[in-house]
């Protein structure tokens, strides 16, 4: 496989559940994203791994709490979400140079849509 | 804080004529990059066009070039001989060396045949 894939492509989750979104890339990169893109809003940051530390959390609630176990991993894990976190989840991946330099650019996944009833 | 304005939320244009999406941005920075992303409708973000900000000259790929004026932070998209694929969402995005992206709010465009 190439690029950034995401597993799953669909997921319906009660508010109750637990699940995990997975991003998986092959692009040899160093830095992988987490986004939120929800109906007529611009797409939200989540969460940033650079050389496999998180570096960016914008105050995204408890409910979701990211893992990177190497550099082409990435995981959302999900437990007790609201109706109103049903949205499309997109990971990138980009190259990053080191703090302070140019980064390369971020290619997408094809997205994870979520559903919370 | 930056933020990207997309001031027309839908475009449409007929198959082969030209059209220009347009963007502006807010940043105190000097060094940065700009982006414009397509999402067609099976949702996949797509990199269409890339611009470094130290560049003057004005970045094109095959039908794709924008327009980059720096001092008025403005950064429009052209599309050349539209197509029908290239009915889709179009993000302008900005980010700093800080790695720090910012999209904006997108504009649908839609090419009629």
């Known amino acids: 496989e190439t690029g950034v894939t995401q597993t799953p492509r669909h997921l319906v989750m009660g508010m109750t559940n637990k699940k995990s979104l997975k991003c998986e890339q092959h692009?040899?990169?160093?830095?992988m994203y987490w986004y939120k893109q929800s109906a007529k809003k611009p797409l939200e940051l989540m969460f940033v791994?650079?050389?496999?530390?998180?570096?960016e959390n914008n105050s995204v609630p408890s409910r979701f709490s990211p893992e990177c176990p190497n550099s082409s991993h990435l995981f959302l894990h999900l437990h007790t979400l609201q109706p109103e976190d049903s949205a499309l989840y997109l990971c990138?991946?980009?190259?990053?140079?080191?703090?302070?330099?140019?980064?390369?650019?971020?290619?997408f996944g094809p997205g994870t849509r979520l559903t919370v009833l | 804080a930056q933020t990207v304005t997309q001031s027309q939320p839908e475009m449409s244009v007929q198959e082969a004529e030209t059209v220009t999406l347009s963007c502006t941005y807010d940043?105190?920075?000097?060094?940065?990059?700009l982006f414009w992303y397509k999402q067609p409708p099976s949702r996949q973000m797509i990199l269409v066009i890339r611009?470094?900000?130290?560049?003057?000259q004005n970045a094109t790929e095959n039908r794709f070039s924008v327009n980059f004026q720096k001092a008025a932070k403005s950064f429009s998209l052209k599309i050349s001989d539209s197509q029908l694929g290239d009915t889709a969402m179009y993000f302008c995005?900005?980010?700093?060396?800080?790695?720090?992206?910012?999209f904006g709010p997108g504009t649908r465009l839609s090419v009629l045949p």
């Open positions: 692009l040899g990169h160093n830095a």
């Open positions: 791994y650079s050389l496999e530390e998180r570096v």
């Open positions: 611009q470094e900000a130290y560049k003057q």
């Open positions: 990138a991946s980009s190259h990053y140079s080191g703090q302070g330099t140019s980064t390369d650019t971020q290619y």
């Open positions: 995005a900005f980010m700093n060396y800080g790695q720090n992206f910012v």
């Open positions: 940043t105190s920075e000097s060094n940065y990059y």
